[in-house]
């Protein structure tokens, strides 16, 4: 299991922005198949890697680093919420750098009975820690008006309520092929359009019962908290919701929200910076696109820490 079977997007980007040199403790908060841990070893680092998938963590229990010692891979099957606390209890307060892969790994998505893709028929789950409740327990339960709110809330779908009604008729609802089946004939599909009109309901329904956007601003405050000064933080994201909420997160750590309005006095920061202004958000080249589809989406944010204290540090200190 040395080699991850995907390819992990934007690798040489991330190997930049964070910058690792032998020696340093590197946070793998997204570890799915390994790609990123097995470079950022490669590279000479420790590595932590949580994941709350324990099909991931089986797989990464495999690797040879893990039975080193010390070992220099150790998994945490936890969310990466939770990364600060895990740190804490495993006796280390500050690491190098924190990289963040954020959304559904390929290893889930090519599994059918994880039941993450519309293009693979398998029981309706989408759970990423395999638990309950899952997308068929919401999308049978849940009111018209509610599932109306998550498609259009997290997957921007304009017809949601449509697709909304369509799914309560159908119900019950068993496999992602019923569900995808119901989605096209509300959203009228046909054969050859560029984009399978179920993907944004598959996104936002799989967003929801994953809690996944409260997951990632937790996961900042983590990330923020455990950088040592001068410790680096990169973050990949696949969707906008997801990209609006950590170019937020690094705009405001960073003081560089600007004036609300030119005609206005500049306003005192209303606390000291925990990052350097952060970098311009780098997108996949077009051959790694060709090489990797799934990398189409993607966008890297990265940032520099200073050596202000994070809110948790202060609570921690008080």
């Known amino acids: ?20 040199q032998p020696g340093d403790v590197i946070i793998d908060a997204t570890f799915g198949a390994g790609g990123y841990t097995r470079a950022f070893l ?3 680092a420790t590595v932590h890697a949580f994941d709350r998938d324990p099909d991931a963590i089986a797989d990464g229990a495999r690797w040879p680093e893990t039975q080193e010692n010390p070992p220099r891979l150790v ?48 029981p309706l789950s989408m759970r990423m820690d395999q638990g309950k409740p899952d997308a068929a327990d919401f999308l049978n339960t849940a009111g018209e008006g509610e599932i109306a709110d998550v498609l259009y809330t997290y997957g921007e779908e304009r017809q949601s309520r449509r697709v909304a009604r369509a799914i309560v008729a159908a119900r019950p609802l068993e496999t992602t092929g019923q569900l995808a089946d119901v989605v096209r004939r509300a959203l009228g599909y ?19 019962v994953n809690g996944e956007l409260d997951e990632l601003e937790a996961g900042l405050g983590a990330a923020e908290a455990l950088l040592n000064e001068g410790g680096r933080l990169a973050v990949v994201s696949f969707h906008s919701l997801e990209d609006r909420i950590v170019k937020r997160f690094l705009r405001d750590a960073a003081n560089a929200g600007g004036r609300a309005s030119r005609h206005l006095p500049d306003m005192p920061a209303s606390r000291p910076a925990t990052f350097a202004t952060p970098a311009k958000a780098v997108r996949p080249s077009a051959a790694e696109c060709e090489r990797n589809p799934r990398a189409r989406s993607a966008t890297l944010r990265a940032a520099i820490r200073t050596a202000a204290p994070a809110p948790r540090q202060k609570e921690k200190a008080a």
């Open 1 to 20: 299991m040395s080699a991850a079977p995907h390819v992990p997007v934007l690798l040489d980007e991330v190997l930049a922005a964070l910058a690792i």
């Open 75 to 122: 998994l945490h099957p936890r969310r990466f919420s939770e990364m600060w606390e895990a740190m804490t209890a495993a006796g280390v307060e500050r690491v190098d750098g924190v990289a963040m892969d954020i959304g559904v790994s390929s290893m889930q998505l090519d599994r059918a009975e994880r039941g993450f893709a519309f293009s693979l028929n398998g």
């Open 190 to 208: 046909r054969a050859g359009m560029p984009k399978d009109p179920a993907t944004r309901s598959f996104q936002a329904i799989r967003i929801h």
């Open 42 to 44: 490669d590279a000479g």
